[in-house]
Nanobody
């Protein structure tokens, strides 16, 4: 069974940084798109950043210039470096991996494999 396990969440003050990791097992991610989503209480889950198998990255406008998504195919791991964190970044963060090798979008990623999430809390 495919497993995605997120780690690196925590509580930080505004302006701080966190680095999230998503370790994938029983599935080779080298050829698929991967991404990060987040969901705050009472809000819908939104795509934050995604990265194609060729390394092309896309971000939601609210995190551009502050977050960086990367991947280490040798370690089968996805990362999200989050800098200049704001209280509005507070959410549960989830990683996802597409089921097929293709150019992806948020909708396709939603149908992929998911982790259980890691909580990020940013205080003002």
């Amino acid at each position: 069974q495919v497993q995605l396990v997120e780690s690196g969440g925590g509580s930080v003050q505004a302006g701080g940084s966190l680095r999230l990791s998503c370790a994938v097992s029983r599935y080779t991610v080298r050829y698929v798109c991967m991404g990060w989503f987040r969901q705050a209480p009472g809000k819908e889950r939104e795509g934050v950043a995604r990265i194609e198998n060729d390394g092309t990255a896309s971000y939601v406008d609210s995190v551009k210039g502050r977050f960086t998504i990367s991947r280490d195919n040798g370690k089968n791991t996805l990362y999200l470096q989050m800098n200049s964190l704001k209280p509005e970044d507070t959410a549960m963060y989830f990683c996802a991996a597409d089921r097929f090798s293709r150019r992806c979008n948020w909708q396709l990623l939603r149908g992929g494999y998911w982790g259980q999430g890691t909580q990020v809390t940013v205080s003002s």
